[in-house]
């Protein structure tokens, strides 16, 4: 084991503006702060360095319609500040997983103490465990496979998981250098999304070189996997249904997709209802057959989707789709719980906890092993706006040793690459990493997608998805104390 303490944590943002708005759930998306954390640490004695970063984006972390934005920035940099205050108090422990662990406690307990959602108040512990994890693979020279696969990151899955007794992640999780170093795109389709070109307006036509629509998308990247989002609105959901069932099958007949509910549904007997009346219409018979549609996401508003009352709705559904959760995996304990209930399965993204869903994948695969006849197990790979040149990569670092096939990914969409950045960030990206990004318009780095897939060699060979330190790229960026950042970094005044 090891000794592993928290010195000092900083950070520093940079604002994004999406290409054209990113309309999900009850937000739409046009400008977003990227926040960059930096951690340092000592390990066994030795100084490290780890970074981590996260867009900031609204109306996920809590969907309260009546929030401002000023009110939802406010909320995540508080998650996030008192995380990094926290862990700077933590007493050494003897390894990645203890120290979380401890931080992950405290951070709960202040959340309780001040009704903070879940959700909300650990993505500030994922941002610091991230960098934590990012530094001791630098330290101790291993990448991110190689030390979850000899368990040096000190897991123990029975403290979240009781049923995984003596069990470690090696048993159940593939090993290094098993699967072939790419994931498949599953493109999201937001609810404004064009479909074709004829669809965009003179006035909404964006000239920067890189596909708008989703037809020229298909075309340019070779996509056969997607993921499309639902309002809930009975005739507008099926009319666009209807409409992307006639373009994927002209264009790609073997296509796979997933639904997002977006907690579009208040009961799961109105979710029934309204499936049933999807299923019914004749223009959707082939589009949502097993033979496409994958799984639906979170069609039930987090608040009602894991109460006791699910599950004989699930149960008497007999030929109901498979379901899984997103926003209601808040929790250590979430995943489980919504196996209880008939769930499938939830998803990883990163800002949800890297240890967390490692434990969830590991319980997964043992609840197939006891029931290997049963429904199979899902563990999903969804987006949250993700871009590099750290937060992706770490990203699908994880989401590769997890096993996880196929990924959403939609911040090289709504974002015009690395164009955000400096010069001198994107051509170290594009030297450490030219497999994940390519010379795009204007020679700015973007993610190359090729036949659907996306390689990630490079990745899996650096400590922990990124070989450089971007702090050390760029020694002029202005990194902010905890107690120094405000909402006013955020919002760029």
Not at 48 to 63: H, N, R
Not at 206 to 215: F, K, R, S
Not at 346 to 352: A, G, I, P, Q, V
Not at 377 to 401: F, K, R
Request: aromatic content about 8%.
């Amino acid at each position: 084991m090891n000794s592993i303490r928290v010195l000092k944590v900083d950070f520093h943002v940079v604002h994004m503006r999406t290409r054209f708005p990113f309309r999900y759930g009850i937000a739409s998306m046009s400008e977003v702060p990227h926040l960059f954390l930096r951690a340092e640490l000592e390990v066994d004695g030795e100084n490290a360095i780890g970074i981590s970063a996260e867009g900031l984006p609204p109306k996920w972390f809590t969907k309260i319609p009546e929030a401002t934005p000023e009110d939802e920035l406010t909320g995540m940099l508080d998650s996030i500040t008192h995380a990094a205050r926290t862990a700077e108090t933590i007493n050494e422990q003897d390894s990645p997983f203890k120290f979380w662990q401890e931080l992950y406690r405290r951070q709960h307990e202040w959340a309780a103490e001040n009704n903070i959602p879940p959700l909300l108040s650990q993505f500030g512990v994922s941002l610091i465990e991230r960098a934590l994890i990012d530094a001791f693979c630098r330290v101790k020279d291993t990448t991110f496979a190689q030390a979850l696969t000899e368990n040096r990151f000190g897991i123990h899955l029975d403290e979240l998981h009781p049923e995984l007794d003596s069990r470690e992640p090696a048993d159940f999780l593939p090993a290094p250098g098993s699967q072939q170093p790419t994931r498949l795109a599953r493109h999201t389709v937001g609810l404004s999304d064009p479909l074709t070109d004829a669809e965009i307006s003179d006035e909404d036509r964006i000239d920067d070189g890189l596909p708008q629509a989703l037809e020229d998308c298909i075309q340019t990247y070779w996509l056969s996997w997607f993921k499309v989002k639902i309002c809930g609105d009975l005739k507008t959901d099926l009319d666009r249904m209807a409409a992307l069932a006639k373009l994927f099958a002209k264009h790609v007949p073997a296509y796979h997709f997933t639904l997002d509910g977006n907690e579009q549904f208040k009961t799961i007997e109105a979710f029934h209802t309204y499936w049933l009346q999807c299923a019914s219409d004749p223009r959707l018979k082939e589009f949502l057959s097993p033979g496409h549609l994958l799984f639906i996401e979170q069609p039930l508003h987090r608040d009602e989707a894991l109460a006791d009352h699910v599950a004989d709705g699930i149960k008497s559904w007999t030929d109901a789709p498979p379901f899984i959760i997103d926003e209601s995996d808040a929790s250590l304990q979430s995943c489980a719980r919504a196996l209880t209930l008939g769930y499938a399965g939830t998803s990883h993204k990163n800002c949800k906890g890297v240890f967390k869903s490692i434990a969830n994948a590991c319980l997964l695969k043992h609840h197939l092993q006891q029931n290997p006849n049963g429904p199979l197990p899902i563990l999903s790979g969804e987006d949250l706006v993700n871009v590099g040149p750290v937060a992706l990569l770490q990203d699908l670092t994880v989401m590769h040793a997890l096993g996880i096939k196929h990924v959403e990914r939609n911040g090289h969409h709504y974002m015009r690459g690395l164009s955000a950045f400096p010069p001198a960030v994107q051509s170290q990206t594009l030297r450490d990493h030219g497999d994940l990004y390519r010379p795009g318009p204007e020679q700015i780095p973007c993610v190359h997608i090729e036949n659907g897939k996306i390689n990630i060699q490079s990745l899996l060979d650096a400590p922990f998805g990124i070989s450089f330190r971007i702090d050390e790229i760029m020694p002029d960026w202005n990194w902010l104390t905890s107690d120094e950042i405000n909402l006013s970094h955020l919002l760029n005044q």
